[in-house]
């Protein structure tokens, strides 16, 4: 009977967990088998407490089932393929275009007034979406690695074996791309 | 005179990054003191500080 009533709970968080694994695989076979897995394990385990919120617990598993999908696709030959260049993702020199020659932003980033406020609507939530899918996929992996499922800069340089420098260069770059696109398609769009 | 002159001692590209990396770092001091330098009289590097600590807010909301 327990079960049934907390499966019932899960089923809703279904479609954000889907969400956060797409955006870090790229996958979508792959995305719904560690879902499908999280899901399992939620079911299985008893350690949900209600201390934290149940997205919150099953992001902590997700987080382990994604880490062992890419240390998976890692001993895969075609790794290379499979998560696309990262070379080129961290080539901090693509967003020089974001400033004039003296180093001065161009355009200027505008105010966003009070952007919290943005936070309470579904459609803000929306655009954040397709944001994040617009990054490439290794800068969206790493984002939502740190900022996401809150692993710590170590473990995610070890766990797709870059190093530190590479990892703020990614970063920087997810962070500006991030701002660029909800500048223009929320904050400071001309309708 | 001054203020364009303490805005000068790094660039706005210079002074983002080091914005996106005190995310995940410790800056050095002469790092932070050359940032809030650059950051008290620069009013596009200030919007982008404040956009930047949203995003990670709006990051914990897309969580919750």
Avoid at chain 1, 71 to 86: C, I, L, M, W, Y
Avoid at chain 1, 160 to 180: E, F, H, K
Avoid at chain 2, 6 to 19: E, N
Avoid at chain 2, 34 to 58: G, K, M, T
Wanted: glycine letters at 4%.
């Amino acid at each position: 009977m327990a079960t049934a009533d907390f499966s019932r709970d899960l089923e809703p968080q279904r479609g954000y967990l889907l969400r956060v694994a797409r955006l870090q695989l790229r996958d979508e076979a792959l995305a719904e088998d560690v879902v499908q897995e999280t899901l399992l394990a939620a079911l299985a385990g008893s350690g949900f407490s209600g201390k934290s919120s149940l997205r919150t617990w099953l992001t902590g598993i997700l987080k382990h089932k994604i880490v062992d999908a890419i240390r998976k696709k890692q001993r895969e030959p075609t790794v290379a393929s499979a998560f696309g260049d990262v070379e080129s993702e961290m080539d901090i020199e693509d967003f020089d275009a974001m400033f004039n020659e003296r180093g001065g932003w161009d355009p200027k980033p505008a105010d966003w007034g009070n952007p919290e406020e943005a936070l309470n609507q579904r459609q803000f939530l929306d655009v954040m979406d397709l944001c994040l899918e617009k990054l490439p996929p290794n800068t969206a992996r790493v984002f939502m690695m740190r900022e996401v499922m809150e692993l710590e800069t170590d473990e995610i340089c070890k766990e797709l074996t870059i190093n530190a420098n590479n990892l703020w260069v990614i970063l920087y770059r997810a962070r500006m791309a991030l701002r660029q696109c909800l500048e223009e398609t929320w904050f400071a769009r001309k309708d | 005179m001054i203020r364009k002159a303490i805005g000068h001692i790094i660039s706005c590209k210079d002074a983002s990054r080091l914005v996106s990396r005190r995310e995940e770092a410790t800056l050095s001091a002469w790092q932070r003191l050359v940032l809030r330098l650059h950051l008290s009289v620069c009013v596009a590097c200030s919007r982008f500080e404040r956009q930047i600590a949203f995003l990670r807010n709006a990051m914990q909301k897309y969580r919750q």
